[in-house]
C-alpha cells in the first residue's frame, strides 16, 4: 500500500512537471471514471462526453492538486460527480430523470472498481474473444454482422463470446478471490 | 450437445440484455447466470477507439517519423468515414495503425497506415470537400487469400482472380469508399517480346513459375495507381517537377499508355490512360523531398497550381501543396525534426 502510494505520487509529480506524462495517470484510472460516469448517466455518447471532461479538467488543474495522501482517484471521482451535476443542471430542463449526481460512497466505489477491473480484463483476452466482444458490447454489433466483418460463421463468433465470457468469469472470480 | 445450446442460449439472453431487457436471469443455470452478469456489465463496456482518440486529445503523441524506411510517394485516401476505412483496411489487408490524430469533431485528421513494408495515409474530409478515393496496387504474397478475405471485408469485386499476359495474378476490389485496391502475386517474369505476343493472342500461356518472388523487383506492398486522361502530360508533369524516371512503358491500342510504371526518389507510380470503367481517378499523395521549397517551385513551373506555399506544420514538417493538370494533389514535404 505504502509502494502504490508512493508510486502514484510520483506519477502526479511527473506529470505536474511534464504533461506529456499524464498519459500514465490516464491509462491508470480511464476504466473507473468511465464505469462511474456510464453507471450515472446510462447512455454511450453522454458518458463518452463526460468522461472526456473530467480528463480534460483533471489535466487543467493538474498543477492544482496538492499530494496530502489522498488517492488521486478520489480527486478525479469529485471532479467527475461535478461534471455530472452540472449536466443534470443543465438537462434538467428538457428531460424529467432522477439526479443523483453525488460522490459515489464507498459501496457504489467496490461495484465501480470491478467493473473497471472487469474492463481491463477485456484487454488482456486473446486477440480474437477480445475482438469479439468489443464489436458485440462496445460496439453493439450483431453476431451476424461481426461473422460477416470477421470471416467467420456465426456458430464461430457464438462459440468466441462464450469462450470470451468464460475466460473473463474465471479472472474475475481470481481477482476477487 | 449441451455445450452448444448453453452457447446459443446465453447468445438469445445477450441479444435481450444489449436491448435493455434483462429477463430470464434467474431462471438460468448456475454457470449461464455468472456469465450473463459479467455480459451485464459489459453492456457499458469502453469503446477502445474513444480511450485511445480522448488520450491522443489530452496527450498529442510525440511527433516522429513513425517508420524507419523512408517512402518518397505515399498514396493519401481522403474519405468520409476515414475510421471505418481504417477498420477496413485492417480487417482486409492486416494493415497496422501506425499513428492517428483526430479533429476536435472527432474525425480523423490524419491517419498512417503500414501495409507490408509500405505506409498508405487517410484523413477524413474536411467540411466542404469533396473525398478524393484512390487506386492501389498492391503485392502481396498470396493473392487468393487477401481477395477473398478483402471481399469479407466488406469490398466488392471489380475483377475477379486472373493469371494476367504480363506475369502476375490479380484480382480487383473496391471499397465502401470508392477506393480500388488491384492485389497481386507476381508469379512469372514475362519478356516485353513474349508479352506483345500473348496480347496478340499467339504467346505461351500465363504460368506460375515457383522460382519467381511474389513481388516484382523494385516493387514495395504499395504502389498508387494514376488512372489519368492524358497520361503523357502527366508523365511529362511527373518528369519535370519530381524528376521521375521511366521504368516502364507497355504501349497499348491507338498508341495510348496501356501501363507504365516511374520512379520518384525510392517509391514507383504506376499510371495508364483513363479509359472505361478505369477512368479518371485523381489522387491525394505525401510526398518527401529533401527541398520543399526548391520541389515546389519546379512543380508550378511544370504547370501545377499552388494550393498552398510551403510552411512550417505543427507536426514537424515543412510542407507545401501543388495541384496538377489532373487535378491530382502533391504535398510537398521536407521533415524538420
Known sequence: METALTEERDRIEAAQRDPARFADLYELHFDRIYAFVVSRVRDRSEAQDLTSEVFHQALANLKKFEWRGIPFAAWLYRIAANAIADHFQRSARERDRPVDAAEPASEEIERIEQRATLFRLVESLPQDQRRVLVMRFAEERSIRDIAHLLGRSEGAVKQLQWRGLQTLRGRVGQNHG | ?337
Open chain 2, 1 to 337: 450437445m449441451a455445450e452448444q445450446n448453453l452457447i446459443d442460449r446465453l447468445d438469445a439472453a445477450i441479444d435481450a440484455i444489449l436491448a435493455g431487457r434483462r429477463e430470464g436471469l434467474a431462471a438460468a443455470e448456475p454457470e449461464l447466470a455468472a456469465m450473463l452478469v459479467i455480459a451485464g456489465d459489459l453492456r457499458d463496456l469502453p469503446d477502445p477507439d474513444f480511450k485511445a482518440r480522448l488520450k491522443a486529445e489530452l496527450v498529442p503523441p510525440a511527433v516522429e517519423v513513425p517508420m524507419s524506411a523512408v517512402q518518397t510517394v505515399i498514396p493519401y485516401l481522403v474519405v468520409d468515414g476515414a475510421a471505418e476505412l481504417i477498420r477496413f483496411v485492417k480487417d482486409a489487408f492486416g494493415a497496422d495503425e501506425r499513428f492517428k490524430v483526430h479533429r476536435p469533431d472527432g474525425t480523423v485528421m490524419h491517419a498512417e497506415m503500414s501495409i507490408g513494408d509500405s505506409k498508405v495515409e487517410l484523413a477524413d474530409i474536411r467540411e466542404g470537400m469533396h473525398p478524393f478515393p484512390g487506386a492501389i496496387h498492391l503485392y502481396v504474397p498470396d493473392v487468393d487469400a487477401l481477395y477473398e478475405r478483402a471481399l469479407r471485408a466488406g469490398a466488392t469485386s471489380i475483377g475477379p482472380l486472373t493469371d494476367q499476359p504480363y506475369g502476375d495474378r490479380e484480382g480487383s476490389v473496391k471499397d465502401a469508399f470508392g477506393n480500388h485496391w488491384y492485389i497481386a502475386t507476381h508469379q512469372e517474369n514475362v519478356s516485353e517480346e513474349e508479352l506483345m505476343l500473348r496480347f496478340a493472342g499467339k504467346g505461351t500461356k500465363p504460368r506460375r513459375d515457383p522460382s519467381v518472388a511474389p513481388l516484382p523487383e523494385g516493387f514495395g506492398a504499395v504502389t498508387p495507381y494514376l488512372h489519368v486522361a492524358g497520361a503523357e502530360r502527366q508523365i511529362d508533369f511527373l518528369s519535370r517537377a519530381f524528376g521521375a524516371t521511366e521504368v516502364e512503358r507497355t504501349p497499348g491500342p491507338e498508341g495510348r499508355i496501356m501501363h507504365a510504371t516511374f520512379r520518384v526518389g525510392d517509391s514507383l507510380v504506376e499510371l495508364s490512360e483513363a479509359h472505361g470503367q478505369w477512368g479518371p481517378m485523381p489522387m491525394h499523395f505525401h510526398l518527401y523531398v529533401d527541398d520543399a521549397d526548391a520541389v515546389y517551385a519546379r512543380a508550378l513551373r511544370a504547370g501545377a497550381t499552388s494550393i498552398f506555399a510551403p510552411a512550417a506544420m505543427p507536426y514537424g514538417e515543412y510542407m507545401g501543396g501543388v495541384r496538377d493538370a489532373a487535378s491530382n494533389e502533391w504535398y510537398i514535404a521536407t521533415r524538420s525534426s
